[in-house]
């Protein structure tokens, strides 16, 4: 069985979140990448060290530079003829442009695996995660997206990948790219950070949320989150949220400070290895999955710790 993976990356190299699908593809059979974009010979190049990587598709043209879904989605069609499955992370780019090629393929597209138990048999999360379904494909061409979350990283190095030029299918002309706003940001990237402070609508309002959560977080070199009651609130940008329509992640620590604990939150970080809650409700949600839990007031406790470390 030949898999085929999607690789996301910013142009210069692999994103972590590629490296999690080369180890789920490898449990289908031999992998493929497929590097999309303008001048990525460096990336494709870094790809191909990848442990575990057969061969990497490269398409270099103006037209993938930015991901556009409607151009990228008729290439991987293109290159399917050859392949059985195609995988992507299931970030905003490839939950972008995996449903584009399931439809141009006439197959369901099975979404946000956690396993992979056969060839056509996998796991995924329902009801914000509080069920995990077993679902089985009797399609010819299975699209898949992985939840990066549930399986290990491939290795950076170690791969002997060959490197092979794929014509482009060019720009279909039914987007245009106009522009980014893209957040920077010093402290390590949620989807990555070993630990993760997070703030809640406890917190009141913005200026709390910089001064109580952001100091903890540059003491330990963590990423800061947020609920998505606290994004809503305008205390933090949209990319602080943690959740189910936020970001999934799971650090070695993740520390929940004024978070009650949604089921839409928990969905996204209780694959957490330690789970830290800090909140003044004794029978608040977020008690019931932390491993180490500290009732009282934020507002003193959080500064005394910070002082302390």
Sequence with gaps: MKTLVWVEHDGASVKDATLAVVTAASQLGEVHLLVA????????????????????HVA???????????????LIVDLMGHHDAVLFPATSNGKNIAPRVAALL?????????????????????????????????DAKKVITVRGTAFEKAATTGGSGTIEKVAATGDKGVSTYVGSEIAKSERPELTSAKIIVSG????????????????????????????????????????????QTGKIVAP?????????????????MKDSKTIIAINKDEDAPIFQVADIGLVGDLFKIVPELTGKL
């Design 37 to 56: 974009g303008r001048g990525v010979d460096g990336v494709a190049a870094e790809a191909a060290k990848i442990a575990g990587v057969g061969k990497v």
């Design 60 to 74: 270099d043209d103006a037209a993938y530079a930015h991901a556009l879904a409607e151009n990228v989605a008729p």
């Design 106 to 138: 006439d197959v369901m597209q099975i979404s946000d695996i956690l396993s992979v138990e056969s060839d056509d048999t996998f796991t995924r999360p329902i009801y914000a995660g509080n069920a995990i379904a077993t679902v089985q494909t009797k």
């Design 200 to 243: 809640g609508r406890a917190l009141q309002n913005s200026e709390n949320f910089h001064t109580i959560i952001e100091p903890l977080a540059d003491k330990l070199g963590a990423g800061v989150g947020a609920s998505r009651a606290a994004v809503d609130a305008g205390y933090v940008p949209n990319d602080y949220q943690v959740g």
């Design 252 to 268: 070695e620590v993740y520390i929940a400070i004024g978070i009650s604990g949604a089921i839409q939150h928990l969905a996204g």
